[in-house]
């Protein structure tokens, strides 16, 4: 296992090249099982990405699409990250609604919750007790540290057992629901796309600090022995 740092000019060959790469992941899990699921984030940086994954020439009819995280905002609001997805995917590509598997943000925090944890089982045909394993999951990180909706100091980072939970953060709007530390430690392989001068304390922070998520959530199947490549563009870049 092993973790790569790759570096570009600009946040939109970043995200570029994070597409490639996500590409590739997908075809190999598609060769080996005859599906692939991605974990998909929000954020701005990642509509480049989507934008170039529309353009490549995958069986979207074999692709299974979740999230890491969901602000419970209606489908169609700009601030919903599925709606990030459609707006810059999904209406270019029209995936079988099946293979979408969203969080309800439109429902209360409880209801969203448990019905995304329901499919999550369904779908990975989960025990009580197991975690699924997503081919691939992409994330970012905030300027402090934070990745998913997990922010430092949060006591959820402890529970690496549990598939997600409603959270508010610092950072609005809220709540959320958020995968959780178990989870993201079981993916395949970790996409980190990054870009911009304001994350280069928090790249700093996860590459040089002691690892310690309660500090640095992005540290989470991102650095030591985890499977994960980082796109940074050349300001974020800067924290390496």
């Given amino acids: 296992m092993s973790v790569a740092t790759h570096a570009y000019p600009s946040a939109k060959a970043a995200a570029e090249a994070c597409a490639t790469r996500a590409a590739s992941l997908l075809e190999d899990a598609i060769r080996k099982s005859g599906r692939a699921t991605f974990a998909l984030s929000g954020g ?13 020439p995958l069986d979207w009819t074999r692709i299974h699409w979740f999230w890491v995280d969901e602000r419970m905002v209606p489908p169609e609001d700009k601030e919903s990250n599925f709606h990030l997805t459609k707006q810059h995917l999904f209406d270019r590509i029209s995936p ?29 045909e989960l025990g009580p007790a197991d975690l699924p394993s997503f081919d691939v999951i992409h994330r970012g990180i905030g300027p402090e540290a934070h990745t998913a909706s997990l922010f430092p100091g949060s006591p959820l980072i402890a529970d690496r057992t549990s598939l997600a939970a409603v959270v508010t953060t610092p950072k609005p709007p809220n709540p959320r629901v958020t995968l959780l530390r ?37 540290q989470i199947a991102s650095v030591g022995a985890a499977a994960a490549d980082w796109y940074l563009d050349e300001l974020a870049a800067r924290g390496l």
């Fill in 44 to 56: 701005s940086t990642p509509a480049h990405m989507f934008d170039a994954l529309a353009a490549m």
């Fill in 96 to 124: 079988p609604p099946v293979n979408i598997h969203r969080i309800f943000g439109e429902l209360p925090p409880d209801q969203a919750l448990a019905g995304y944890e329901a499919d999550l089982r369904n779908f990975f």
């Fill in 182 to 218: 178990g989870v993201l430690e079981r993916a395949g392989h970790t996409l980190m796309l990054v870009a911009g001068e304001d994350k280069v304390d928090a790249v700093r922070s996860v590459f040089h600090e002691p690892f310690d998520p309660s500090k640095y959530p992005a």
